[in-house]
Nanobody, 124 residues
């Protein structure tokens, strides 16, 4: 089972940037698609971005396209989410997750490992 630990969250002003990291343990990290999800207080967890196991394909929630970039370094077993031009609506706990499949996907139920989350707060 893969263990995931997120870091890099914090408090930023609107328009600022943060880079989230997710470090994975285990030898099979590079074989699986990965994703970032987020959950605001009182809201359902929602898809943000996903990347294929090899890192050659990505897909984003419409509202973050052009602002967020998902990437991975399989040699370091690390997933990243670069967040630019942050908005107050981006405020949430951000979670990284490993997919059951090797391709990227946006389906919550296809992810079988989750990190503990890191808080991102964007002030206006």
């Amino acid at each position: 089972q893969v263990q995931l630990v997120e870091s890099g969250g914090g408090l930023v002003q609107a328009g600022g940037s943060l880079r989230l990291s997710c470090v994975a343990s285990g030898r099979t990290f590079s074989n699986y698609g990965m994703g970032w999800f987020r959950q605001a207080p009182g809201k359902e967890r929602e898809f943000v971005a996903t990347i294929s196991g090899s890192g050659d394909s990505t897909y984003y929630k419409d509202s973050v396209k052009g602002r967020f970039t998902i990437s991975r370094d399989n040699y370091k077993n690390t997933l990243y989410l670069q967040m630019n031009s942050l908005k107050p609506e981006d405020t949430a706990v951000y979670y990284c997750a490993k997919s059951r499949a090797h391709a990227m996907n946006i389906i919550y139920s296809l992810y079988d490992s989750w990190g503990q989350g890191t808080q991102v707060t964007v002030s206006s």
